[in-house]
């Protein structure tokens, strides 16, 4: 007997930058088409030093992802393709992570995540697969960019199969990931909960842990790892490094945050 093909429902939660306005995150969803799909795109603030806002770099991109969808297109790549390609001939430059996850026809995802954004895959109280955060250099993420600086090639891609229904996938800006751990998020997603809710006390809460200055988090414990790893001492075998400043790397990282939450059914 054949495996009855699962749905995805999506919820989608968005709490800006206190002091960046409406934000800087691009995002979508879709159902009404042959190949579901989300996309999360996280414009890049320093833009911002040049006096453009890279939100419209962002948006341009996500509108060629999601028409590239609505066209039938379902390869992760293609479809960053057709964004960037779309963004490059808007006008309007910047630069942005970009998170992509796509339904096939069978019980499977494909998804590409290209920069420090992300894809994470749960089940009951399982974290089953995570995508790889790409970075040239520390909190310094790829990126597609008007500049021409990573391309949709170098998004790292995976094909979640044999899912299950009652499975969950997020994609989120760094924003939720550099703010809660896995354990952290696990404890919101309730069965008996729509998407949406659950989207929404994801970014609540990330936005939250964000501001407490007392808080020791992923971020946090990220910054003090490279401090470690980048010492030029850190490879000498004789090298014992001082006790670690973690008063000073203490505290939520403040930032836009969008979580999309896919339930399969």
Known sequence: ?????????????????????DGE??????????SPAAGVFDGVGSWADHN??????????ADGCSNAIMDGQTGPISIL????????????????????????TTNSIAVANLGDSGIALYRGDNLQWQ????????????????DK?????????????NLKSGDIIILATDGLWDNLYHKEIMKYLDDDLDVEDIATNLAVSA?????????????SQASVENLYSS??????????????????????????????????V
Request: net charge negative; charged share 20%.
């Open 81 to 104: 393709t057709a964004g960037y390609k779309n963004a490059l001939n808007s006008g309007h430059d910047g630069s942005c992570t970009a998170c992509l996850a796509i339904k096939t």
């Open 207 to 219: 936005f939250h842990a964000s501001n407490d200055e007392k808080r020791w988090g992923p971020f």
């Open 52 to 61: 453009i806002n890279p939100i419209y770099w962002s948006m341009a991109l």
């Open 131 to 146: 995508s790889k955060e790409q970075e040239y250099l520390f909190n310094y993420p790829y990126q597609l960019s008007s």
């Open 231 to 264: 010492s030029p001492y850190a490879k000498e075998e004789d090298f014992t490094p001082p006790p670690a400043p973690l008063v000073e790397y203490m505290g939520g990282k403040p930032d836009d945050i969008t979580v999309i939450v896919g339930r399969l």
């Open 149 to 161: 600086d990573a391309t949709p090639a170098d998004a790292d891609r995976h094909l979640l199969k």
């Open 1 to 21: 007997m054949a495996e009855p093909i699962l749905r995805i429902e999506w919820g989608v939660s968005n709490v800006p930058h206190p002091q960046k306005g």
């Open 25 to 34: 995150d691009t995002w979508f969803t879709i159902n009404d088409a042959t």
